[in-house]
């Protein structure tokens, strides 16, 4: 039986374990593949206090490293299913079931998809999600990158290393990314932007993509565009299909918390992407995972 049990090691889960463990807790903290979470998508990480600039496998590795020396037990497995039976919870992976007093979730977020034929069919073949993945694969060639926001602009900033052009695609005129991100994509003589553009299709032959049919938002206007790959950086989606029988969701699956990070069950606790808040970031997310930590010691204190 674990005091707490964390299901997800992105930046949230690793902290709350860091400050569960320091209190003394038995912590295990579940993982289904490296730890890190989204951070080991990101190139460059320019906004974590304390480092000029980091890559996102560095930093993780940061996270990581110490939680053993505190005597946390790192567990992998891919959680199905989380029940509440009250004092005792139960968290129920493909192959075991763990049981804890507590539970933080920190199961994150994971990229959206356009839906619009074609993107299925290419994954892989010139469809990514993952420019630092990817990236390197597609060496001079005319790339398109859609969605406005700070991933799409800046990872159509990190892709002009190995492209030859970037066209970010997008379907209103304005730019939802932080304002020093846009202005380093507008002086980028490589990107440039198809405004008012929604993607329709992605066409290719039989191995690769080759080029998008878009069409204006405004006009109704189809266009098509030609490119070797095509990187779709629209938004997010909440992973918390293992407690959608436990009401602790809005209708969009993201959790409800207060300020401690308490859902509405006693003891279950959810922190960083896949809360519903404002700001999804690495400095948020570890914010989160020390109140979580904390609060789960409180908890138990309190049960006796
Ligand atoms: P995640 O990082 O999403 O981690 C969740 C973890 O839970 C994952 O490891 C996942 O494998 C695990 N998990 C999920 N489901 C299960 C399951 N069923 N069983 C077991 N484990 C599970 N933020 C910044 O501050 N600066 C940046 O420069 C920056 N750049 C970004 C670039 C990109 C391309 C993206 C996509 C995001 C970027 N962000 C950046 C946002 C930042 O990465 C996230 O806000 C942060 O990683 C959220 O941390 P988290 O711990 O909540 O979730
Ligand atoms: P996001 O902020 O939700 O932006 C999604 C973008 O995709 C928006 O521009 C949106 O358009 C567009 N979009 C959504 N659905 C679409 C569709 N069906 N077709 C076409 N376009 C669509 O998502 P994100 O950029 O992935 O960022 C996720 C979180 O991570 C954010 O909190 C972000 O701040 C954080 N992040 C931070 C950094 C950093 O700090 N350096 C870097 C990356 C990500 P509209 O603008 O019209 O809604």
Redesign the pocket.
Known sequence: MYDTLIIGSGPAGMTAALYAARANLKVGLLERGVPGGQMNN?AD???YPGFDLISGPELSMKMYEPLEKFGVDNLYGFVQKIEDNGRVKRVITEEETFEAKTIILATG?N??H??VPGEAEYNSRGVSYCAVCDGAFFRDQDLVV???????V?EAIYLTQFAKSVTIV???DE????RI?QDRAFANSKISFAWNK??EEIKGGDRQVESVVLKDTQTGELSELACGGVFI????DPVSEMVADLGVTDEAGWVLTDDQMATSRPGLFAIG?VRQKH???ITTAVGDGAIAGQQAYQYIVEQG
């Open positions: 990101t990480i320019e906004n977020a990229h959206r356009l839906g859609v969605g406005g926001g700070d991933s799409a800046e997008h379907r209103r730019l939802r990314a932080q991100i929604t993607v950086y629209v938004g997010l992407d700001l999804r970031q």
